[in-house]
């Protein structure tokens, strides 16, 4: 008896996702729109249609998995394929097996080093750090001729990976090496999917009441805000501006987060009435301070009149046994040491983006300076300190930590004090002087 595998009626979502081809393709955005329903029947569909295609599919946990596709793929595959739990894979007649998979810590993705798929699929991508994502690539690929390898990824807005994902996806920023051709997405809406509409009408009102971030996220499918993010009053048509020339009469001054890995420079005016306005950054990696400096100098016009600096930069580097202000100064940087206490570092940047009764914020940032706008949107609350930035994905903190360390350095943003109108001064008349000097007397 032959068994017939049956995919269900996609909806037209669902529909582009299954006839994508490109190299990268993501379908993600809000929540409920079929995502895993599709991404399940898409490799389930791949398996049978090449033989000995090696498929993986992988969350982050390992509840997670067996929720969300084992118990599933169990169902749906129940007399298609053979299902072994030794390796969490499930075996199709024609040779092709798709494997289950989870990488909880960081550490986890090795278990995949030396493995070769054809297919590698990401479920909820957004729980997954850039690394991750990077070290799975050099596992999808392929000798095949009659396939060329393809990498899928389900997602919501939010999570450790929202920065990747949105800026391959969304934003579309690439980097050398990545070609924009390679990387598809594929909006998904409560909306797409009418199965659960019909049957669950009340979900849509569930999303309906999130609290505005969240609804912004898992109903409009938002990439701007998402769950955890640090800095929810961020709004890039507030805080982001078009640059213009900086008068000669504000005062100028840089900042920097500065580490082998990673220097983040940043150059700020204020204006008559204390707003600050971030006109230049450069950030680069693995520079060295002499390199630094002499960079930082080259973009610079002379008239800065400081540069703050963390007082983590005052201990002595374990390698030359000299603090690193020091090696600063020395190189032609004196820096002005300002504290990198965090959770009022924090405090203190949230009051100078808080849009105010103008509707305006005391920090604006340059359109040109795209690594602060790109981070400071991504930072997240720690998990275990809630006051506190996370400090994971590394890579996103430091633009947000010069900027941290330059407000530190500047006079708090608070609004000036209403002050009470003062009423011409009129001298008391006797019969007052004389009722006062009795009150005060009983
Ligand atoms: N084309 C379809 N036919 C039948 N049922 C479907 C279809 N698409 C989705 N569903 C069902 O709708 C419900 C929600 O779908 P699914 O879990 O795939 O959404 P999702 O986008 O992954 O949600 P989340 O963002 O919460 O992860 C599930 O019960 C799923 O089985
Ligand atoms: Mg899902």
Same mark, same amino acid.
């Given at each position: 008896?032959?068994?017939?595998?049956?995919?269900?009626?996609?909806?037209?979502?669902?529909?582009?996702?299954?006839?994508?081809?490109?190299?990268?393709?993501?379908?993600?955005?809000?929540? #409920?729109?079929? !995502?895993?329903?599709?991404?399940?029947? /898409?490799?389930?569909?791949? *398996? =049978?249609?090449?033989?000995?295609?090696?498929?993986?599919?992988?969350? %982050?946990?390992?509840?997670?998995? !067996?929720?969300?596709?084992?118990?599933?793929?169990?169902?749906?595959?129940?007399?298609?394929?053979?299902?072994?739990?030794?390796?969490?894979?499930?075996?199709?007649?024609? #040779?092709?097996?798709? !494997?289950?998979?989870?990488?909880?810590?960081?550490?986890?993705?090795?278990?995949?080093?030396?493995?070769?798929?054809?297919?590698?699929?990401?479920?909820?991508?957004?729980?997954?750090?850039?690394?991750?994502?990077?070290?799975?690539?050099? $596992?999808?690929?392929?000798?095949? /001729?009659?396939?060329?390898? &393809?990498?899928?990824?389900? $997602?919501?807005?939010?999570?450790?990976?929202?920065?990747?994902?949105?800026?391959?996806?969304?934003?579309?920023?690439?980097?050398?090496?990545?070609?924009?051709?390679?990387?598809?997405?594929?909006?998904? @809406?409560?909306?797409?999917?009418?199965?659960?509409?019909?049957?669950?009408?009340?979900?849509?009102?569930?999303?309906? *009441?999130?609290?505005?971030? =969240?609804?912004?996220?898992?109903?409009?499918?938002?990439?701007?805000?998402?769950?955890?993010?640090?800095?929810?009053?961020?709004?890039?048509? /507030?805080?982001?501006?078009?640059?213009?020339?900086?008068?000669?009469?504000? =005062? &100028?001054?840089?900042?920097?987060?500065?580490?082998?890995? %990673?220097? *983040?420079?940043?150059?700020?005016?204020?204006? +008559?009435?204390?707003?600050?306005?971030?006109?230049?950054?450069?950030?680069?990696?693995?520079?060295?301070?002499?390199?630094?400096? @002499?960079?930082?100098?080259?973009?610079?016009?002379?008239?800065?009149?400081?540069?703050?600096?963390?007082?983590?930069?005052? *201990?002595?580097?374990?390698?030359?046994?000299?603090?690193?202000?020091?090696?600063?100064?020395?190189?032609?940087?004196?820096?002005?040491?300002?504290?990198?206490?965090?959770?009022? #570092?924090?405090?203190?940047?949230?009051?100078?983006?808080?849009?105010? +009764?103008?509707?305006?914020?005391?920090?604006?940032?340059?359109?040109?300076?795209?690594?602060?706008?790109?981070?400071?949107?991504?930072?997240?609350?720690?998990? @275990? @300190?809630?006051?506190?930035?996370?400090?994971?994905?590394?890579?996103?903190?430091?633009?947000?930590?010069?900027?941290?360390?330059?407000?530190?350095? %500047?006079?708090?943003?608070?609004?000036?004090?209403?002050?009470?109108?003062?009423?011409?001064?009129?001298?008391?008349?006797?019969?007052?002087?004389?009722?006062?000097?009795?009150?005060?007397?009983?």
């Amino acid at each position: 008896m032959s068994v017939v595998y049956d995919v269900g009626k996609p909806n037209p979502r669902q529909l582009d996702f299954f006839r994508a081809r490109a190299r990268h393709i993501a379908y993600g955005g809000a929540r #409920g729109g079929g !995502k895993s329903w599709a991404i399940r029947r /898409k490799l389930s569909m791949l *398996a =049978l249609y090449y033989p000995n295609l090696r498929l993986l599919l992988l969350r %982050r946990t390992l509840p997670e998995l !067996k929720e969300n596709h084992l118990l599933p793929l169990q169902q749906e595959l129940h007399g298609i394929a053979t299902y072994r739990d030794s390796d969490k894979s499930f075996t199709f007649p024609n #040779g092709s097996r798709l !494997k289950l998979g989870y990488c909880d810590s960081e550490s986890d993705i090795f278990q995949y080093q030396g493995q070769e798929y054809d297919v590698i699929a990401m479920e909820e991508a957004t729980h997954f750090t850039e690394a991750q994502q990077q070290f799975l690539t050099t $596992c999808n690929r392929s000798t095949r /001729k009659d396939f060329t390898p &393809r990498m899928y990824y389900t $997602c919501n807005p939010g999570n450790v990976g929202h920065a990747w994902v949105k800026r391959l996806f969304i934003d579309r920023d690439y980097r050398e090496g990545e070609h924009p051709e390679d990387y598809v997405f594929i909006p998904a @809406k409560v909306w797409d999917n009418t199965v659960l509409l019909e049957a669950n009408p009340e979900y849509v009102r569930t999303l309906e *009441a999130l609290p505005p971030e =969240l609804r912004r996220a898992h109903l409009d499918g938002d990439w701007n805000v998402f769950a955890g993010q640090f800095f929810t009053s961020w709004d890039e048509r /507030k805080h982001v501006i078009d640059p213009f020339p900086i008068p000669d009469h504000w =005062l &100028r001054f840089r900042a920097i987060d500065y580490g082998l890995d %990673r220097l *983040a420079c940043l150059w700020g005016a204020s204006d +008559e009435g204390g707003n600050i306005y971030i006109y230049n950054e450069w950030c680069i990696s693995d520079t060295i301070i002499s390199d630094a400096v @002499k960079g930082i100098l080259e973009r610079s016009t002379g008239r800065e009149l400081c540069t703050y600096g963390p007082k983590d930069l005052t *201990a002595r580097s374990r390698e030359t046994g000299v603090p690193r202000t020091e090696t600063f100064a020395m190189c032609g940087l004196p820096l002005t040491v300002v504290s990198n206490t965090r959770i009022a #570092g924090w405090n203190n940047m949230a009051e100078w983006l808080k849009i105010r +009764e103008n509707g305006q914020p005391r920090l604006r940032i340059f359109r040109t300076c795209r690594e602060l706008i790109h981070c400071l949107p991504l930072l997240q609350h720690d998990e @275990k @300190k809630p006051d506190d930035v996370a400090i994971e994905p590394h890579n996103i903190t430091h633009a947000p930590d010069a900027l941290r360390y330059m407000l530190d350095g %500047r006079p708090l943003a608070t609004e000036p004090l209403p002050v009470e109108p003062v009423s011409p001064f009129a001298p008391p008349t006797f019969e007052e002087q004389e009722s006062s000097f009795f009150n005060f007397g009983t």
